[in-house]
């Protein structure tokens, strides 16, 4: 409709946002004169405006190396979830500075075969399009700084093509039971509530942020949607652990030289008659510290008897890898800060779950219980590790921890991501 007012021409459109007050107006065609309303701004909810200052305050404040850890934690939380486990075809944002990295999930999606799908924003609308390889290079950045599709580039939107198993959402601020609070454009909750439309195939919606994005509560309007899980790093240490920790090395601190020596000899004993040493082919195995039980010897059996051994190598994000170890190897191997000996970044050696995977996991441990409850050194390596293996029961190795008989104990507080082990060997 368009009118005249003092000389000046205005175009209404149903889809304004405003608020009218009551003047009077002359249709210019016709004569008649109309009552409508003069156009102002809607006031954006003042919690809302208020919370986000708070958490925009709050990623300011962390360091790049906090992000990184954080994101790293997240990253091996969502893979290991088995609704991002279960998917095909998977929903993600290209992040920003002040979001969750979610590059390496990209990466992963891919890697495992699944369709990854980006958000496009274009008037007033959100479509999720294919990413192909590549595509991240070329993609220009909205004015916030967004990577998305080229209005030119045709790729396959996946709500016209078999939707979608998985969304992963952003937000600046979450509460654990799942409210969500996003950047105002109303995006995510338009494109979920359409995604919801149909019970029976909506995807499931996981969210990813900084632990300092968790909050008590989340104004929320009628329009907002709920997701239905939130991953962080929640990394604040479990206080049951850190105590058994220290006492397990006051115990450790405790042994003599003959007294470790002699405790690994009965330990090896056990190892190398045991069924599943006896039938494994390909078998992982650390290499021990000084306050672990001695596992050059089982190396050695390991070549000697001719299987293949891997040992750890730890590449960051709580991730490690079971690579092949070779005659000499172990003199050319530095060790981590942490006193580790493990392969350098470039010497190529097999990747043992690349090419067969594994038969047997001797694992380490800072205590054991007898019926395969672990606490690690809280890194969580063999836990991702040693979950990753499980996804497939009809491949899944046999684990054994191997320990002093101090380290064995009553009880072991366990968290949601701890992996039982199958058997813990210790001379007794």
């Known amino acids: ?29 016709s004569g008649k004169k109309y009552r409508i309303t003069k156009m102002s701004k809607v006031q954006p909810n003042p919690a809302k405006t208020a919370l986000r200052a708070e958490i925009d305050s709050r990623l300011a404040a962390l360091t790049q190396e906090e992000k990184k850890r954080q994101s790293e934690i997240v990253f091996q939380k969502l893979i290991n979830h088995p609704w991002y486990q279960n998917s095909k075809r998977i929903s993600l944002f290209l992040s920003t500075d002040t979001e969750i990295n979610t590059m390496p999930i990209l990466d992963h999606i891919r890697k495992r075969g699944a369709a990854a799908f980006v958000p496009q924003y274009a008037g007033g609308r959100m479509k999720m399009l294919k990413m192909d390889f590549g595509d991240e290079d070329y993609m220009p950045e909205t004015k916030h700084g967004i990577k998305q599709h080229a209005k030119e580039v045709v790729r396959e939107d996946a709500m016209e093509s078999g939707g979608l198993d998985l969304i992963i959402a952003p937000g600046v601020a979450f509460t654990r039971s799942g409210d969500r609070l996003g950047h105002g454009g109303g995006y995510y909750d338009k494109y979920l509530s359409n995604a919801r439309a149909n019970p029976d195939v909506a995807p499931k919606v996981v969210a990813v942020a900084f632990d300092c994005q968790i909050v008590d509560s989340v104004p929320m309007d009628a329009h907002d949607q709920k997701i239905d899980l939130v991953i962080m790093s929640d990394a604040k240490p479990n206080p049951e652990k850190a105590a058994l920790r220290a006492e397990i090395d006051k115990r450790l601190a405790a042994l003599t030289e003959e007294e470790k020596k002699r405790q690994s000899e009965v330990v090896f004993q056990k190892l190398i008659t045991h069924p599943w040493y006896q039938k494994a082919k390909r078998v992982s195995v650390f290499l021990g510290t000084g306050t672990e039980i001695d596992t050059r010897p089982i190396l050695n059996h390991i070549r000697d008897r001719g299987g293949s051994a891997f040992v750890p190598q730890y590449i960051g994000g709580r991730r490690m890898r079971m690579l092949r170890m070779e005659k000499g190897d172990e003199d050319l191997m530095p060790f981590t800060r942490h006193g580790i000996q493990q392969h350098p970044r470039d010497l190529v050696r097999e990747d043992a779950m690349e090419n067969g995977g594994l038969d047997l996991i001797i694992s380490p441990g800072a205590a054991f219980t007898r019926s395969g409850d672990r606490l690690g050194h809280g890194g969580r390596y063999y836990d991702n ?43 007794e």
């Open 385 to 427: 590790f040693i979950a990753s293996t499980r996804l497939n029961p009809n491949t899944a190795p046999k684990v054994i921890g191997v320990s002093f008989n101090c380290q064995v104990v009553d009880y072991v507080p366990m968290d949601a991501h701890d992996q039982k082990i199958d058997e813990v060997l210790f001379s």
């Open 1 to 29: 409709m368009f009118l005249l007012l003092e000389s000046s021409w205005i175009f209404l459109t149903p889809t304004c946002f405003l608020i009218f007050h009551i003047i009077w107006v002359r249709n210019f065609a």
